[in-house]
Structures are given as structure tokens and as C-alpha cells.
T-cell receptor
Framework: GDSVTQMEGPVTLSEEAFLTINCTYT??????LFWYVQYPGEGLQLLLK???ADDKGSNKGFEATYRKETTSFHLEKGSVQVSDSAVYFC???????????WGAGTKLIIKP | NAGVTQTPKFRILKIGQSMTLQCAQD?????MYWYRQDPGMGLKLIYY???????DKGEVPNGYNVSRSTTEDFPLRLELAAPSQTSVYFC??????????FGPGTRLLVL
């Protein structure tokens, strides 16, 4: 079945560092891909998404490119801030289905 | 708008007790979902609903029940709590297959 694999956390970086959180997937069809973020004490919220190969999703300085050849959707940000500290979830959804398949989440800690 | 609200925020149950986790949304979304999140794991879908009066099982429905009598509310019922149900529970809603909006979660501990 479909699955999503994320790099294990926590990932600890200093402010203004470059961020990459890896996400790879397996899917039978042509899924849409998502990054959700969960700030402390809050629910998950959509950060960005991409619906087809080579699409780039972006929001709040974060970017991720849908790479079909490597089945990846890595999250990147050029210069992180303390306020980016959160748990980041990668997920996929097949076009024919409502259901989201989730990665385990990666906790990001940014130190001043 | 309040979005998706969940109550309670935290609860401790004894084995065999029952409880209902409440979820409400004010966005007039037709789809609603219940997930559980275990440490180090992704979210797992428990039940979902595509509209009032319609519910269906997700990936991990055993030990839970749901109802959807109105568009706004989607309560999750645990009848006989077990330690394996210790988890964080998230409710979400969406308009069709569009973006899912999540509540803040309910942390449940079964002892």
C-alpha cells in the first residue's frame, strides 16, 4: 500500500541555518503531496502542497518540489527562525481517494 | 470563525471506562475525520464521514464508534477504554477532498 517516510527527528538547528527535511513516498497512482505543520499546543495546519510532478509548493519561505523520479518531496527553507520550531508532517493523497497517508512527523527545534 | 474545536483537551480514563470526545466545526464542511497519533507514528484514520448521517471506518476503527447527526458535530465514542487507546486524537474537516483543517487535539491517557 501507499506509504510516506520522513527523516527522524528531532532536527536541531541554529537560527538562520538552511533547513532540509526529507520525505519520500510509495504510491500506486499519481498522488498529491502535502506538508503540514503543528506548532506547540495547536492542531495541524497545511503548509504547502503540490499536485503533480515537478510542481513546487511554497509558503512562508518554505518550499518543496514534487520529484516523481526520486519519489520525494523534501521540505526546504533558506533561513530558519525560532518561530519555525514545530513538528512537520509529510502526507500524500491519491487522486481517487479522500484519505491522507501520513509520515511520522519530524520535530524541528531552532535555537537562537 | 472558531474552525475545528475539540473537547476535552486532556483526559485520564481507567480501563473499562467510556467517554465521548467532542468535535465541532463551523465551516459548513461536509467531510469530517477522526485520527489518532501515537508517539513516533503518523496519523492513523479511525473513522470518517462524508455528510450528516453517513459514517465509515478508516484504518483503525476497532474500539471506537462515531455518529454524525448534524453537519457541525462528529463525536467519537470509546466504550471500553483500553491502555492501547492511549493516544492523541485529532478531529479534522474538509470540503470534499480539499484541504483538511484540524482541531487542537485531545490527549487521552488510559490507566
Amino acid at each position: 500500500g501507499d506509504s510516506v517516510t520522513q527523516m527522524e527527528g528531532p532536527v536541531t538547528l541554529s537560527e538562520e541555518a538552511f533547513l532540509t527535511i526529507n520525505c519520500t513516498y510509495t504510491a500506486t497512482g499519481y498522488p498529491s503531496l502535502f506538508w503540514y505543520v503543528q506548532y506547540p499546543g495547536e492542531g495541524l495546519q497545511l503548509l504547502l502542497k503540490a499536485t503533480k510532478a515537478d510542481d513546487k509548493g511554497s509558503n512562508k519561505g518554505f518550499e518543496a518540489t514534487y520529484r516523481k523520479e526520486t519519489t520525494s518531496f523534501h521540505l526546504e527553507k533558506g533561513s530558519v527562525q525560532v518561530s519555525d520550531s514545530a513538528v512537520y508532517f509529510c502526507a500524500l493523497r491519491e487522486d481517487s481517494n479522500y484519505q491522507l497517508i501520513w509520515g511520522a512527523g519530524t520535530k524541528l527545534i531552532i535555537k537562537p | 470563525n472558531a474552525g475545528v474545536t475539540q473537547t476535552p483537551k486532556f483526559r485520564i480514563l481507567k480501563i473499562g471506562q467510556s467517554m465521548t470526545l467532542q468535535c465541532a466545526q463551523d465551516m459548513n464542511h461536509n467531510y469530517m475525520y477522526w485520527y489518532r497519533q501515537d508517539p513516533g507514528m503518523g496519523l492513523k484514520l479511525i473513522y470518517y464521514s462524508v455528510g450528516a448521517g453517513i459514517t465509515d471506518k478508516g484504518e483503525v476503527p476497532n474500539g471506537y464508534n462515531v455518529s454524525r447527526s448534524t453537519t457541525e458535530d462528529f463525536p467519537l465514542r470509546l466504550e471500553l477504554a483500553a491502555p492501547s487507546q492511549t493516544s492523541v486524537y485529532f478531529c479534522a474537516s474538509s470540503y470534499g477532498q480539499e484541504t483538511q483543517y484540524f482541531g487542537p487535539g485531545t490527549r487521552l491517557l488510559v490507566l
